[in-house]
C-alpha cells in the first residue's frame, strides 16, 4: 500500500515537474518576446531623446563658438588711425579776421608782413583774385601772410582803411601801409606785389 502510494505520488511528482518545466518554457517563449519588445521599445525611446537632445547642443555648440570669436576680435590689437597733422602753414600764412581784436593781433602786431584781402561775398572779382592771392602768398614758403576782411561783417576796418571798392589789397608790415592797389592783377603782377613785400 506504501509502495503503491509512493509510486503515485512519484508518478505524480515527475508529471507536476514535466507540466511545471512545459509550463516554464511555455512562460518563457511567452515572456522572450515581451522583453525583446520592452528592450526594443527602450532602445526606440533612447534614440529619440539622443535625437531631441542634438539640435540643442547643435545650438548650444554655435553659441559657445560666437562667444568665443567675439573675445578674439576684442583681443585683435587695435589698429591706430594715423593722426591727421594740422594744416599748420595754411592757418598761418591765410585766415579770416575774426573781429577788431584778432585783426590787431594777428595783423598790426604780425611778426610778417601781411596781405590783407578786402573782399565781398557778392563780389565777382574777389572770388577770382582770392585764389590767385593766396596761390603768389603760397609761393613765398610762410615768409608773408594773408588775412581776409570781409566789408559786410568787418564795416569799421574797411572805413578805417579807406576802403571804397572792392577787392581791395593791402600790404602792411610792422602795422605800417605799405602799398596797396583794387581790382584785379594777373598772376605774374601779383608775384612782383608780393615779392617787393617780402623783400622790404
Partial sequence: MWAFYNGRTQARGKREGRE???????????????AHRLLVRRIWTLSVKDH???????SSFSTSLRSSTTPL?????????????PHTS???????VQDHED???RVINSELPVLIDFHAQWCGPCKILGPRLEKAVAKQKG???????????HTDLAIEYG?????????????????QFVGIKDDEALDSFVSKLVGQ
Fill in 163 to 179: 576802403v571804397s571798392a572792392v577787392p581791395t589789397v593791402i600790404a602792411m608790415r610792422g602795422g605800417d601801409v605799405i602799398d
Fill in 103 to 105: 585783426f590787431t593781433e
Fill in 52 to 58: 531631441r537632445c542634438l539640435p540643442a547642443s547643435t
Fill in 20 to 34: 511545471a518545466k512545459s509550463h516554464g518554457g511555455y512562460s518563457k517563449k511567452r515572456l522572450n518576446p515581451m
Fill in 73 to 85: 576680435s576684442l583681443l585683435s590689437p587695435k589698429r591706430t588711425l594715423p593722426r591727421s597733422l
Fill in 143 to 153: 615768409k608773408v601772410a594773408m588775412a581776409k576782411v570781409d566789408i559786410d561783417d
Fill in 90 to 96: 595754411r592757418r598761418e600764412v591765410s585766415f579770416n
